[in-house]
């Protein structure tokens, strides 16, 4: 789950190199000295008003052209069931425009709840260069063929990995680099025999697939895959045929904290007594589960909280209420449009190549860059769930690998 948090620069200073530390905090600790606790779930979703506040450069559709501001549009539900997600990444996007004075870039909202379709075709329609968003794989998979059409690029919310490539680019936060990375830390710890809990559906498995990828690549083995239904007699059984498997050191539970909270009483009193748990990304948005018992000592890899708890404050003092977790990609994504902004001249289209950089981009969620196949390659660090919260057991890496 973010992008570029620095300030414009000129492309010989950020290309090929991270600009991380001062750089990044730099936008965020102005006016924001309370910390968020790690974890702090958000308030129930906000009543979504659709005619929001205007932002510094805001405009809506069949305004004329700004000739010295590229126009950028912003993808997210607004309205329906996801609207507190879309809202909060929605607000987080008009912070990072704050932020950074309004000068390059000027952003148009639109509601995706409405038909995402239309949404794209509107957004292309009234000359925007760039599409931040959709939100939910679905959405991308609709709006990708409008907006290439047209040449416009997307940069997703999404963590879809299936959807990327072509134009489309994935900054959600993907199961499949958490996954490789808790596993790798597991194994620089000596465990060796891997097994896995799985949920039906195209979450599970991918999260399948990176297990089995990951711990080969490490040098270990899956003794045993089993998948589940989310039922109780689901897993039950799932748990069932996994204790008839060899002796296992380590399980991944490739579901939300919540429901691995659950199921792990079941495999201590089936044959994973003293195995240790291993979890995703979505366990990093769930501070409740330093509370459970059963979850004391598990995984799990995700990018940093640090920077992301001053976008917390912030955007409280702000707006009176605690974004969700995903604000995160909002800010960041009108971020690297902005700092791209300075190599992009207006009346041109997006220039996607400078967004292939390998030394990376400094975001809220730690240094990320964009490979080949289009999705955000993050770097992330492994946390342990304690009595009084996460702990950091791995910092992510300072640098990116070759």
């Known amino acids: 789950m973010a992008e570029a948090m620095a300030r414009p620069q000129q492309r010989r200073a950020w290309r090929g190199t991270l600009r991380i530390g001062a750089v990044a905090a730099a936008l965020l600790i102005s006016g924001c000295q309370t910390m968020i606790p790690r974890g702090t779930p958000p308030v129930a979703a906000p009543t979504p008003v659709p005619t929001a506040t205007p932002t510094p450069g805001a405009i809506t559709p069949g ?123 597991a194994r620089s710890k000596g465990m060796t025999r891997f097994a896995g809990l799985v949920p039906n559906g195209v979450y599970g498995q991918r999260s399948a697939n990176a297990l089995l990828r990951a711990v080969e690549s490490a040098g270990g083995q899956v003794v045993s895959m089993q998948n589940f239904d989310r039922s109780q007699t689901s897993i039950s059984a799932a748990i069932t045929k996994m204790s008839q498997a060899s002796a296992y050191e380590a399980v991944l539970i490739a579901d939300s904290g919540t429901f691995a909270a659950q199921a792990v009483p079941l495999l201590r009193r089936h044959g994973g007594a003293g195995a240790r748990v291993l979890g995703t990304e979505l366990w990093n948005t769930e501070g409740g589960l330093a509370g459970k018992p059963a979850m004391q000592g598990a995984w799990f890899a995700s990018v940093s909280d640090g920077l992301y708890g001053q976008l917390a404050a ?46 990376g981009f400094a975001g809220i969620d730690g240094a990320f860059r964009f490979g080949k196949d289009g999705v955000a390659d993050r770097m992330l660090e492994v946390q342990q769930i304690d009595p009084t919260g996460f702990t950091t057991v791995s910092p992510a890496p300072k640098t990116f690998g070759k």
């Open 314 to 359: 912030k955007y409280r003092a702000r707006y009176g209420r605690a974004p969700y977790r995903l604000a995160s990609l909002g800010y960041d994504s009108v971020l690297l449009v902005t700092r791209i902004a300075r190599d992009w001249k207006i009346g041109e289209r997006f220039p996607t190549a400078l967004l292939d950089d390998k030394g």
């Open 63 to 185: 305004l004329p052209q700004d000739l010295e501001r590229h126009r950028v549009a912003l993808l997210v539900p607004m309205t329906g069931p996801n609207a507190g997600v879309g809202v909060s990444i929605a607000n987080a996007a008009s912070l990072a425009l704050l932020d950074t004075g309004g000068k390059t870039i000027r952003i148009t909202t639109y509601d995706t709840a409405t038909g995402a379709v239309a949404a794209a075709q509107r957004a292309v329609a009234d000359g925007n260069g760039v599409i931040l968003g959709p939100l939910l794989a679905e959405d991308v998979r609709a709006v990708a063929p409008v907006a290439r059409a047209k040449g416009v690029p997307l940069i997703s919310f999404s963590n879809d990995t299936g959807v990327a490539g072509n134009g489309t680019y994935v900054l959600g936060f993907s199961p499949v680099q958490s996954i490789q990375r808790v596993v790798g830390y």
